[in-house]
């Protein structure tokens, strides 16, 4: 019962660090979709690599900017399994 517990756990914590991971990219790409989006309707260009572009270069910001928190929340993480499968063989 304990070792499904910590699976559980272990499973709930990787779908928040996921979402913390995820989160900014997905958030800053939708914004930028929209307002291309809102651009595109209001100017009736409908070229499909205007939305491709600034979304590519939104990504990357985010990525320069949050990137190495973003990897910190990783490592972390994977020390934390690490540890934890340590822990199960040696019990």
Do not use: Y
Request: avoid cysteine; hydrophobic fraction near 65%.
């Amino acid at each position: 019962m304990d070792q499904s517990a910590n699976l559980f756990a272990l499973v709930d914590q990787a779908l928040w660090i996921t979402a913390l991971v995820v989160g900014p990219i997905l958030l800053a790409t939708l914004a930028v979709g929209l307002v291309v989006g809102v651009v595109q309707a209001a100017t009736s260009i409908q070229e499909q690599t205007l939305t491709f572009v600034p979304k590519l270069a939104v990504v990357a910001v985010v990525l320069v900017v949050l990137g190495a928190s973003m990897m910190g929340l990783i490592v972390d993480f994977t020390e934390e399994i690490f540890a934890q499968i340590a822990g199960i063989s040696a019990a």
